[in-house]
């Protein structure tokens, strides 16, 4: 029972500098994801029209 804290401000990983580990670790993979999906242009990629695969001939 070594983990337990009385304070929301005591403890080691209760730090400004812990939180703002956590907290970039936490987002950082999120906005690599928006970042990956929002640069790839899928049409350009598969080579589909303004209505995906039904373009006129």
């Known amino acids: 029972m070594g983990f337990q804290t009385t304070s929301i401000l005591a403890g080691p990983l209760n730090g400004a500098r812990s939180k703002v580990f956590f907290y970039v670790f936490q987002v950082a993979p999120e906005w690599l994801a928006c970042a990956v999906l929002l640069s790839v242009n899928v049409r350009e990629m598969f080579g589909t029209g303004l ?6 001939k």
């Open 51 to 56: 209505w995906g695969d039904l373009k006129k």
